[in-house]
């Protein structure tokens, strides 16, 4: 059961991180899943840039040019950025509020694998078949003509993940309720907690119109209804509504936490409190209400007439003002502070101006007369990559280096952070800023090739090239994770010197109970508030006693397995002349209907850490 | 109070079903996520009402010449019934009456089987009377998966219940099972007021054209 670093063999370490419930090693996992999903979906947009080098190129076939871009978005954002969101989220709020752990530690573990065996579902189908190739947003009137599986990888495998992040979100919102430390309230909470909390509404509520939205497209493709078969009386544009009813909240729910991030790094390294912190709070409330009532400015073009694309344009430059509330704090932040430019600090002041040019963009798109002219050009690519990239990586890349001793003990290498920085950031402003120019000089988007002679070979050599360059910056980072493993220089509590929230108290990495005795929290940078009081940690709010733990469990993997064969038996039981599919389908749900039962027939009580082992601890926990 | 104490009618609590903050989570985790299931069931509404009648050809059915009230209000009776029931078997519960909450769920079960079987009569009755299909238009994908989608929760439901009955058949409530219980009542509860909605704007509306 400890985590006390002990020689273990391999086999035991991977026995314990399949059947693990801990938050810290379930972020462990989320970060090397979204990891290496991150590479894939980053290879695949190397593929894509490769073949836009030059007019007239055959790098690749037009065919599987429409695989690598659909792949490639889908990739990015439901198995890249999102388990990575989580990953952060796992590693560190539950560690900022003073929890010991999780509201449901079995559940989170069980997001985990549902996300892992639906991302997998969904690569496996670049050697089973092919690859999805309608689109991330896989519009009905396209993907249910496409014959093969691609599309049904596409519904079945995001049906398995997305049903993991719901639970995942639930997870985090009890967790956010019921279990901060005493003293914590939510005017205390730290701004990623906030983010977190946020955006773990927003999962709750806009998942399942995409499960709904699945679901149709699954029954269409593989068991004969007719939801979108204009034909039968079906309606195409059912589907448009239902993904953009998720996609759009689906994008703030990426971009509220890194602006969490971003916020702890910006009080951090300019050693200020964060400014306006309640208009913080509030802005980030708004954003997450205003990012539901948006949808349809995705579908100025669809047709749904001159009043409806008024409302929802207007609804959606309303956003622009929250969200310049929250630039001018960060901003004020750094005003006077006494800033320190490390790794994490770099890519937040380069965010700002990122960010901000994808956010003008926005509103330039967001006035449905003007969006006809940029629907469906460069210029649409260049705005949300600018949003997501100059927004969610950075933020990603920014976190991992902050957060990188608090999850493993030791620090990322400064220099070589540097150099990944000014790599990925010149590349990113190379790669996409003349887009937005092919854009409006007439380059359609999602098309595999141009013709010479048309003015786009220059820019698109030099966004190439920008393409590239983000590359070897994430090289650079890949190089420094192993020089930093291999040398694993251990570090203290509060590596950065400056940490105001609670998780900075704690050793690197924490014990497997966090806190020894919950903290007493006493405002807002709790840890600042007793570092400036010359204390060298916090004060306890309980006497120390024994202290319960969730039980490790294999069944989480198990259930999920489950859902992913009962997903090949949907897929291929339509196939001419297959007599397995049905039978595989009902076998995969029993297998997990039948790992469900055994969870609730199994009495788990957890077990205690007796308060005798704990006095031993004494360089771990909180300090009394 | 520990989890496994052996409780008695004295040292029973007034809220057996959140007393632990496991059980305070538990509580709280499912209203959240009753609240996704209700964008998801609206979700379905929303498909069913814009492929309502949606057929390919004139001769088929639509709704007006479907639906019949009088097997649909006894299914509706029988299930707002099941509901009461739950909401003994709750207050026995509450009490510490152990032997009379289980009665009550078993009796629960037994009108949410008689549901589900009147459910699978009324669709066998529309596939061979009128030759309304899942695949025979957008109007039938629509309906059934809606309906369908309330039947599949309500068997879950079924399931989930009779599993509670027997595996607690010999211990009796402790603090471990009594949130348990309570949360598999909750769900019952919605799988009502979902079926309340279904009754309204399905067969009622469908009645009216």
């Known amino acids: 059961m400890s985590t006390n670093a002990q020689k273990r063999g391999f086999g035991a370490t991977l026995w314990d991180y399949l059947t693990t419930v801990d938050h810290k090693k379930i972020a462990h996992l989320y970060l090397i899943a979204g990891g290496l999903f991150f590479l894939i979906g980053g290879l695949e947009a190397l593929f894509i840039r490769i073949q836009l080098l030059k007019p007239n190129n055959d790098f690749v076939s037009a065919g599987l040019f429409n695989e690598l871009l659909t792949m490639h978005g889908t990739t990015m954002i439901f198995l890249a950025a999102m388990p990575l969101v989580f990953a952060f989220m796992n590693a560190v709020m539950p560690l900022q509020i003073g929890a010991r752990d999780v509201a449901f530690p079995f559940l989170n573990s069980l997001g985990f694998w549902l996300f892992l065996f639906g991302g997998l579902f969904l690569n496996l189908s670049w050697f089973l078949d092919a690859a999805p190739n309608a689109g991330w947003t896989s519009y009905a009137s396209l993907s249910i003509a496409q014959t093969g599986h691609g599309i049904d990888f596409y519904a079945l495998g995001l049906q398995i993940a997305g049903l993991g992040t719901l639970i995942g979100g639930i997870n985090f919102l009890v967790t956010i309720i019921n279990m901060r430390a005493p003293g914590m309230t939510y005017m205390r909470m730290p701004m990623f907690t906030w983010t977190t909390f946020v955006v773990s509404a927003l999962i709750l509520f806009a998942f399942p119109p995409l499960t709904v939205g699945l679901f149709l497209m699954t029954f269409d493709r593989m068991f004969g209804a007719n939801f979108f078969d204009a034909a039968m009386g079906g309606n195409t544009i059912i589907w448009e509504h239902f993904f953009w009813i998720f996609g759009h909240p689906e994008v703030y729910i990426l971009i509220l936490p890194a602006f969490g991030i971003f916020s702890e790094i910006f009080a951090i390294f300019s050693r200020k409190r964060l400014f306006g912190y309640s208009s913080m709070v509030f802005a980030t409330v708004l954003i997450g209400f205003l990012g539901f009532m948006v949808w349809a400015h995705h579908m100025f073009t669809t047709g749904l007439g001159p009043i409806a694309n008024s409302i929802f344009a207007v609804a959606t430059m309303a956003i622009a003002v929250p969200t310049g509330i929250k630039i001018f704090n960060w901003l004020f932040t750094m005003w006077g502070g006494s800033i320190r430019f490390t790794t994490p600090m770099l890519w937040a002041v380069a965010f700002i101006p990122s960010f901000l040019m994808g956010g003008v963009t926005g509103v330039m798109l967001g006035s449905a007369a003007q969006d006809y002219q940029y629907h469906d050009t460069y210029f649409v690519v260049a705005h949300f990559h600018y949003v997501i990239v100059g927004g969610v990586v950075f933020a990603l890349f920014a976190g991992a280096h902050l957060y990188w001793p608090k999850m493993f003990g030791t620090m990322l290498n400064e220099v070589l952070g540097k150099i990944t920085f000014v790599l990925f950031f010149v590349g990113f402003h190379m790669t996409f800023f003349i887009q937005h120019f092919l854009g409006l000089w007439g380059m359609p988007r999602r098309v595999f090739t141009y013709l010479p002679g048309q003015g786009f070979e220059t820019s698109n050599v030099v966004s190439s090239i920008g393409a590239f360059l983000m590359a070897a910056g994430v090289i650079v980072l890949l190089i420094n994770v192993i020089i930093t493993s291999v040398k694993n220089e251990k570090v203290g509590n509060d590596p950065w010197g400056d940490g105001r929230t609670l998780e900075w108290a704690l050793s690197s990495p924490p014990p497997y109970y966090n806190f020894k005795q919950l903290p007493l929290v006493r405002g807002l940078d709790a840890y600042w508030i007793e570092k400036m009081e010359g204390k060298k940690g916090m004060t306890p709010a309980e006497p120390l006693g024994d202290i319960h733990m969730p039980n490790n469990s294999f069944i989480p993997f198990l259930i999920s397995l489950g859902l992913f064969i009962a997903a090949f038996g949907a897929m291929y039981h339509g196939d001419e002349g297959n007599t397995w599919g049905i039978p595989v389908l009902i076998f995969g749900l029993l297998f997990t209907i039948g790992s469900m039962f055994v969870r609730s027939i199994k009495d788990d009580h957890g077990y205690h850490i007796p308060k005798e082992e704990l006095i031993d601890d004494n360089d771990k926990g909180v300090k009394a | ?209």
């Open chain 2, 1 to 209: 109070m520990h989890v496994e104490e052996k409780m008695t009618v004295e040292t029973w609590p007034a809220a057996p079903e959140k007393q632990t903050l496991e059980a305070k989570n538990k509580f709280l985790g499912f209203w959240l996520f009753l609240g996704g299931e209700t964008v998801l069931f609206a979700s379905l509404f929303a498909t069913y009402l814009a492929l309502k009648d949606s057929v390919p050809r004139s001769d088929m059915p639509l709704a007006k010449d479907l639906f019949e009230i009088p097997l649909v209000f006894a299914m509706t009776m029988i299930l707002l019934t099941s509901s009461l029931t739950s909401v003994y078997a709750m207050y026995h519960m509450k009490n510490f009456s152990f032997k009379k909450m289980q009665v009550w769920l078993g009796i629960t079960v037994v009108l949410g089987l008689a549901f589900l079987g009147l459910e699978i009569y009324e669709f066998n009755h529309y596939v061979h009377e009128f030759g309304h299909t899942f695949t025979s238009s957008a109007f039938g994908s629509a309906f059934y998966t809606l309906v369908g989608f309330h039947g599949a929760h309500v068997a879950f439901g079924l399931l989930w219940i009779t599993t509670l009955i027997i595996r607690n058949s010999k211990r009796g409530l402790n603090l471990y099972n009594a949130p348990k219980y309570y949360v598999a009542s909750l769900y019952w509860h919605f799988i009502d007021v979902v079926w309340v909605f279904i009754f309204t704007v399905v067969y009622l509306m469908g009645m009216v054209g």
